[in-house]
């Protein structure tokens, strides 16, 4: 079982409760993701999204500046600044209660957007493509999501290949959330990486064992949503992926997932208030 301490986070002082589960709106700053690849690279467009996100009742704001789709292109870091910081920048002027949360693998960009008050760290590598990653969140002291992903994002697609994709998952985050701590880390999140270096049934074997997670007493972090595990078995594209998403999203939560990432904020809150309804 979870012990009460994993279902606390501190983000900049304030205590966020993750006994009720929470939504995490994304804000994509890119020109190519594959679902809003463009739509939000302008900072008035950007603070729009973010401003319908927080109406909706989104607990977070992800702020990513860097594509990571399959086969994704790599950007410079520079480039990476200049896409996030001026965003960033912005939303917190605007919204300053607002919970940004920073979907980087670069410790620099983390370490250059939590000194303009962003409050969590989103790495998609777990600190692998960055050895200075830990440490700097750990000088921070803001809670750290971690991903699993094989490879990279340009190759992590190509021939994903797993033993027991569970008990690998499982002894990769055990031995990442060893060595978050000791990188003086205290709230760690972990997130299996849906999409990322996995099959379409290693994803859906993975949801179907999401309580096994739980043994790490770690919140879970759950990104499911529009993904082509979705919308390819539906025979569908990520712009009609909603109703597909809403029906994960429904099932990650009944397997005791804490934070949900989505595209479509009030979507995955009516799933939180149903299902609350139910208990």
């Known amino acids: 079982m979870n012990t009460k301490?994993?279902?606390?986070?501190?983000?900049?002082?304030?205590?966020v409760d993750l006994s009720k589960p929470k939504i995490m709106g994304i804000l994509n700053l890119t020109p190519d993701s594959f679902f809003d690849g463009g739509k939000f690279n302008d900072d008035d467009d950007a603070l729009r999204q973010c401003e319908r996100m927080i109406s909706e009742g989104a607990d977070f704001i992800d702020i990513g500046a860097l594509s990571s789709r399959p086969g994704a292109k790599e950007i410079s870091e520079e480039e990476e600044l200049k896409r996030l910081l001026p965003a960033l920048e912005k939303v917190l002027k605007e919204f300053p209660e607002t919970l940004c949360s920073i979907d980087t693998f670069r410790s620099n960009v983390a370490a250059r957007a939590l000194d303009l008050g962003a409050a969590l760290v989103n790495d998609i590598s777990a600190g692998n493509l960055d050895s200075k990653m830990l440490r700097t969140?750990?000088?921070y002291q803001v809670p750290y999501i971690a991903m699993h992903m094989q490879g990279t994002p340009t190759s992590m697609q190509q021939n994903p290949t797993y033993e027991n994709i569970i008990d690998e998952l499982i002894y990769f985050f055990s031995e990442k959330i060893k060595e978050?701590?000791?990188?003086?880390?205290?709230?760690?999140?972990?997130d299996p990486g849906f999409g990322f270096g996995k099959t379409i049934p290693d994803n859906y074997e993975i949801l179907?064992?999401?309580?096994?997670?739980e043994c790490?007493?770690?919140p879970i972090l759950v990104g499911i949503s529009r993904k082509s595990m979705i919308y390819k078995k539906l025979g569908?594209?990520?712009s009609s992926?909603?109703?597909?998403?809403?029906?994960?999203?429904?099932?990650?939560?009944s397997k005791k997932t804490q934070i949900l990432r989505v595209h479509?904020?009030?979507?995955?809150?009516?799933?939180?208030?149903?299902?609350?309804a139910l208990q």
């Open 208 to 213: 179907k064992k999401l309580e096994t997670f």
């Open 137 to 139: 969140v750990g000088e």
């Open 264 to 276: 479509d904020v009030k979507e995955a809150k009516e799933c939180v208030y149903l299902l609350e």
């Open 5 to 15: 301490h994993a279902m606390n986070i501190n983000c900049k002082g304030t205590l």
């Open 236 to 238: 569908i594209d990520a």
């Open 216 to 218: 790490l007493n770690t």
């Open 180 to 190: 978050a701590h000791s990188a003086g880390i205290n709230d760690v999140i972990i």
């Open 241 to 253: 992926a909603l109703n597909g998403t809403s029906i994960l999203h429904t099932i990650a939560l």
